[in-house]
């Protein structure tokens, strides 16, 4: 898209057309009025609308992303959290200028612009053109230059668009946040130089199931929760449950959907083979179609054949056959004859031969021969009758085997008429049959079709029920993902229990919540089984390893701890402390894991009839020793110490109302279901302290102290660790760490306060003589710890609140050192407050307690620059005049 197609797609171009009548214009007011909830159906009209919305929707994503690391408040994480609030402060631009109105145009009514009505119920006004003021040359208008053209606009303007300012304010405020070290709440704290350190098991765990490695060190980090730790455990418990529900749910979703598509598979495989069998009745009934053929046609091969035997079974032979026979008979007969023929031939040529004739002329004669060649014809001629007989005899045995066959054959057509007639009878007996068999197959093909029919009917019903599988589908993909935020939920829960659970027991690290309970490869079954026994593991072992512990007060007086701090209180209104791990070893050698339970503070001032005390007390830093090793050394070597865990993200704060023990909490119950504040944070801590310093609600200089009340539990560590911490007391007590870099023992001297009488007389001395504030320092005035000990002041600080702003000049007079003139100076750090902080050298001795009179004594004169005598204040030009002495001790 080119610069013209945005500068076409602006809402005043837009506007522009639509008056105008443009078409195009028309048609997307016109999709508007028809889709008025549908921003689709706008946005395809207008691609630019698209392109914004994923502008702002990238925005949102970097400043989400910047929030979450905000969150982690870890000095990394901010680092990271400020380059995407850069990054969306870039993309978003200078904020947009909010230009006047310039042109005034005059109110009207409804009936006045109703004609001028466009599609957006908008009418276009003629307004003047601005002129600037006239310059003092004059300006020749050429001939024939056209007039000014008039400005022509909406009479209702474009609204404002509400949303897009808070994108350049929350920017501005996280990076406000960011610069001016302020978590995410706008409090202010101290963040660590490293993060929390990970467990690498914990990393190769969550890569073998498959997590992101960041959320590994999120947890590690995470903040402490709110409440408690058994009531975190029943609501993990009770979301374990749920997971447990919906898993079993899913799973029946799932049996369901699987025996849905089951019943749609067999009734489907059903109506199809149903279907195919449908043809296989037809083929039935075609077989007995065919079948009843097949007998038809034998019946008339039957009835053919019957006929044929008919004809025949009352016919011995046949014409041919009675012809052959007549012959056969003639040849008998024939045959008889030559036998006979024979028979007479052979008793012939018995017959001796005789011969008549004449011998000569006409002389008779006769000869009679008989002989053997007579004998042997008559023989061969009887042989021949023989055979002929033979013959005889076998054709008419041939005659009669013929003629038993004829009969034989005529007794076989007779049967096989006869059997013609029982296969008739046998085949319409099966021709019954048959016809009974079609019937049946058309009363199966019948019913068939309604078997076809009911399948194709349960096959519809279970395609088209309402709870079929496509619904098992839809109830699968919202349960799945209700299952899945169910268990995130669950399981941030759980973890949340177990933070709580450490928290509670004091415990560096635990692994009962684990990762992997998620399985995606099957949509995560069991996964709420599995957190719910881990949930319920970590309750035996909180059950087993929840001790009772020592359970100590401690009332910790500023005064006597940090009276400079003390004095920024009253003069500035706020104030850091610290509470080192020698002010508890003083009392408790030996103790370790000090833990607070509840603080509640006290601060002793005159307040007017039903006034408050309003204060905040905010936790900036603390640690706690969680280990009895004394290697190298008792004393912390440095930040990474193993035996200490310092909690410097853990902000928290309380305001107080009555200034009387008040724990800013209306009933500061060990029951409640929420930690108290400041509860299982390191006794060893380091504290602010606010007043309004604007707006005093009484007066801060009638501060006289201000004590926390420390109630903690603690661990006996044992000789092991008692007598190293004794020693470290020996040790370190002269250079115990206070706040803002000051160390050692301090002692507060209140002239006004703690010696009226000598400031009265300093203010009102005798006899015109000098101002001088004589200050007497028992050593039974210091500490109950420091009795039987030598103590020495080695530092001074003196402060003073006087009318005047410019320099005063001091003369002191020390213990065991000759008068030095020293330089109060106006502190701006302290509202104005002259001071003075000077190291004494020589060290000035004040002796042990018990003592007895006179008293070290420190006298003090006190004059303007410039003035010529002492004898210059009084009472208005001076309040009070606080001495800070900075002591040590030895046995």
């Known amino acids: 898209m080119t ?33 008025p909830f549908d921003p689709h159906a706008i946005a395809t009209l207008r691609p630019v609308a698209y392109q914004k919305a994923t502008v702002l929707a990238y925005i949102d994503n970097l400043i989400a992303w910047g929030d979450q690391l905000f969150r982690q408040d870890t000095l990394e994480s901010v680092n990271e959290a400020t380059q995407l609030y850069v990054l969306a402060a870039e993309l978003l631009g200078p904020r947009p200028q909010t230009v006047p109105r310039r042109d005034a145009e005059p109110a009207r009514t409804y009936a006045e612009i109703e004609g001028g009505l466009d599609d957006f119920s908008n009418a276009v006004v003629a307004a003047e053109n601005l002129i600037a003021p006239p310059v003092a040359t004059s300006v020749t208008v050429p001939a024939g230059a056209p007039p000014l053209p008039v400005f022509r606009g909406g009479y209702f303007a474009i609204p404002q668009n509400e949303e897009l300012p808070r994108y350049w304010d929350l920017v501005a405020d996280r990076l406000f946040k960011v610069r001016h070290c302020l978590n995410i709440q706008g409090l202010e704290r101290q963040l ?111 009835v053919a054949r019957q006929e044929y035997y008919a004809g025949l079974k009352d016919d011995l032979m046949n014409d041919w056959e009675t012809v052959a026979m007549a012959l056969n008979v003639g040849t008998l007969i024939a045959q008889g ?59 008419g045995a041939a005659m009669s085997a013929t ?3 004829y009969h034989r054959r005529k007794d076989e057509w007779r049967f096989l008429h006869d059997q013609a007639g029982k296969e008739l009878d046998h085949l319409a007996t099966q021709q019954a049959a048959a016809e009974v068999r079609r019937d049946i197959a058309l009363r199966h093909q019948a019913n068939h079709e309604t078997v076809v029919a009911n399948a194709e009917h349960v096959e519809e019903y279970l395609r088209s029920r309402y709870t079929n599988a496509e619904l098992f589908e839809w109830l699968l993909a919202q349960t799945s993902a209700t299952y ?14 177990e933070r709580g659970m450490r928290h509670e027991l004091g415990l560096p690290d635990s692994s009962f919540v684990q990762f992997g309970y998620w399985d995606s490869l099957r949509k995560g079954l069991l996964a709420g089984d599995r957190l719910l026994y881990d949930l319920r593991r970590m309750e035996a072992a909180y059950l087993t390893d929840n001790v009772r ?54 601060i002793p001032c005159v307040v007017g009839p039903y006034g408050s005390v309003p204060a905040t007390l905010t936790l900036l830093a603390n640690q706690t020793r969680v280990s009895t090793d004394v290697s190298p050394q008792y004393s912390r070597v440095d930040a990474n110490d193993v035996r200490f865990v310092d909690d410097l993200g853990g902000v928290q704060a309380i305001v107080t109302s009555s200034g009387q023990n008040d724990s800013g909490l209306f009933d500061a119950r ?40 420390l109630r903690y539990t603690a661990r006996d560590g044992g000789a092991t660790l008692a007598e190293p911490a004794r020693q470290a007391v020996r040790t370190h007590l002269n250079t115990v760490a206070l706040a803002e870099n000051r160390a050692g023992l301090y002692r507060l001297i209140s002239a006004r306060h703690q010696h009226s009488a000598a400031w009265q007389q300093f203010l009102h001395p005798v006899g015109g003589q000098d101002q001088v504030l004589a200050l007497p320092t028992p ?78 004594m420190w006298t003090v004169k006190l004059r303007r620059a410039g003035t010529a005598d002492f004898r210059s204040l009084d009472e208005s030009d001076i309040d009070d005049l606080v001495l800070i002495l900075r002591y040590e001790v030895t046995p």
């Open 3 to 35: 610069g013209a197609d945005y500068a076409a797609q602006t809402i005043e171009e837009l506007m522009r057309l639509v008056h105008e009548g443009n078409p195009a214009a028309e048609k997307q007011v016109a999709v508007w009025r028809a889709n």
């Open 192 to 302: 660590a130089l490293f993060a929390p350190q990970l467990d690498p098991g914990q990393l190769v765990q969550a890569a073998a199931a498959g997590l992101d490695l960041g959320s590994v060190a999120t947890d590690s980090g995470a903040a402490l929760p709110p409440y408690r730790y058994r009531v975190l455990l029943h609501e993990a418990i009770e979301l374990a449950e749920l997971v447990r529900g919906l898993g079993a749910e899913l799973l029946g979703y799932l049996e369901r959907r699987d025996a849905d598509g089951l019943e749609r598979l067999r009734a489907t495989g059903e109506a199809t083979v149903a279907r195919q069998v449908r043809g296989v009745q037809q083929r039935v009934i075609d077989e007995a179609d065919q079948q009843l053929a097949v007998l038809a046609s034998n019946r008339e091969v039957v």
């Open 337 to 395: 004859a030559s036998i006979v023929l024979d028979a007479v031939s052979g008793g012939a040529h018995l017959i001796p031969s005789v011969q008549f004739g004449a011998v000569g002329i006409a002389s008779p004669m006769a000869t009679v021969i008989f002989g053997g060649e007579n004998a042997g014809r008559a023989t061969a001629a009887f042989a021949t009758a023989a055979r002929g007989a033979a013959a005889l005899l076998q054709t």
């Open 403 to 405: 003629m038993g066959q």
């Open 484 to 497: 899945f935020q169910a268990y995130q939920l669950a399981y941030t829960v759980a973890k949340r229990a």
């Open 549 to 602: 512990e020592l359970e100590l007060t401690k009332h910790v007086s500023l005064l006597n701890l940090d009276p400079y701090a003390l004095m920024q209180l009253r003069t500035t209104g706020s104030c850091t402390i610290t509470l080192p791990e020698l002010l508890f070893d003083l009392e408790n050698p030996g103790h370790y894991h000090r833990r607070l339970r509840n603080v509640s503070v006290s």
């Open 670 to 709: 060990m029951d409640d279901e929420r930690y108290l504040p400041f509860e299982g944070a390191g006794a060893v801590s380091t504290w602010k302290l606010r007043l309004n310093p604007v707006y005093a609600p009484f007066d801060y200089r009638t501060i006289t102290d201000v004590v926390l009340h």
């Open 779 to 856: 050593p039974d005035d210091f500490a109950l710890f420091t009795r039987g000990m030598d103590i020495k002041v080695t530092g001074l600080d003196v402060l003073a609140k006087l009318a005047q702003p410019g320099n005063y000049e001091l003369v002191l007079t020390r213990p065991g050192a000759a008068p030095q003139t020293l330089t109060l100076l106006a502190d701006q750090t302290l509202n104005g407050i002259h001071h003075l902080n000077t190291a004494l050298s020589p060290a000035s001795p004040l002796g042990r307690s018990p003592a007895t009179e006179p008293y070290p």
